[in-house]
Structure formats: structure tokens, C-alpha cells
């Protein structure tokens, strides 16, 4: 994988299909890891995801977690919440929707598209917020973690659970959030 920076942007190349996946389910409160060819390789249950639970548009501010496809496209390993795995987000569909409803100007979709076209990390400031992915608790407070979903919009796990994560966590690894 091609990880390089060009006006301060990071281009990807994505592995075409060889890479394990990520499953996040919502509802469940789950996260699951499976192999290129659909094997599971690990499981993690009592995840947390944004206090305003998940949605197909995310607005910044609403603390909701984005469904879709995303994939990883950058690291802090000196995160305040321990490693984040940071989405290429917002996505092509999710940002051809928000220009539908009205949400993102036609000059913000086109920034979109045009840095999805690249493998670049899209825009981060437009209404759709940025700055979303996988992370730990950090310094967190683990009985807030066990009793609420208590993210931005983010999905996170414990610090154990985000160290478990990191052997199967690259730039490019596809993130499914259903």
C-alpha cells in the first residue's frame, strides 16, 4: 500500500480486495474483523458509537455515527483516545445524498468527489463534520464506555479491544458501519 502526501493531503491506494474487513453493527453494538474471504478473525462486543446513535447523513454536531462504506485513511497513534483510525468520510454516496437534500453545496460536493476521485481525505469542514473513525477510550472512563454510547460520531472500543484491533488495521482497510 501507497501512502503518500501531497499538499498536505495523504493519496491512498487502496488493496483491492486482500485486506481483512471491519463490520460495525449499530444496533448489536458489535464490531467484527473478517478475513478477504469472509472468515471471522476476531469479534468485539459492547462497543460505543455516537450519543445520537447512527444515521445515512451525519451532520456535524449531531453525534451520530455515519452508515456506509468507509475506509481507513489515516493513523494517530498519539490520539487522546490511545490509536484513531481515521475514515475516509465523508464518502461519494454519503456526500451525492447530502447535496440532494440540501445539506452541502454544489462546491462542496464537488471538493468531495474530486478528493474521493483522488484517494485523497475528503473535505473535513463542510456540514457533514470530519474527523470520524475507530478509536480507544484513552484516558476515558470505562464505566461511561459500558453504559452509554458516549462518541461524537465515532466508534470506539476499549483500550484492551483497540490494541487487539490494530494487528488487522491499515491504511485502506474497509470499514462497513450497518
Known sequence: ????????????????GRLPW??????ALTLTVFSADNQVLAHFEDISIGSGGAAKIRRRG?????????????????????????????????ARSAYAEGIISRAELDAILEAV????????????????????LGRGDPEIH???NWTDGCVALTNAQIRQLSRWMHIGTEVVIR
Open 117 to 136: 476521485r483522488q484517494r485523497r481525505l475528503p473535505p473535513q469542514n463542510t456540514p457533514l463534520g470530519g474527523r470520524l473513525g475507530i478509536h480507544g
Open 22 to 27: 471491519i463490520l460495525v453493527d449499530t444496533e
Open 1 to 16: 500500500m501507497l501512502v503518500a502526501i501531497l499538499l498536505g493531503a495523504p493519496v491512498v491506494s487502496w488493496a483491492s
Open 146 to 148: 459500558k453504559a452509554v
Open 62 to 94: 449531531d453525534e451520530k455515527t455515519p452508515l456506509g462504506i468507509f475506509h481507513i485513511a489515516w493513523i494517530d497513534r498519539q490520539s487522546r483516545y490511545g490509536t484513531f483510525y481515521g475514515f475516509d468520510y465523508p464518502s461519494e454516496r454519503v
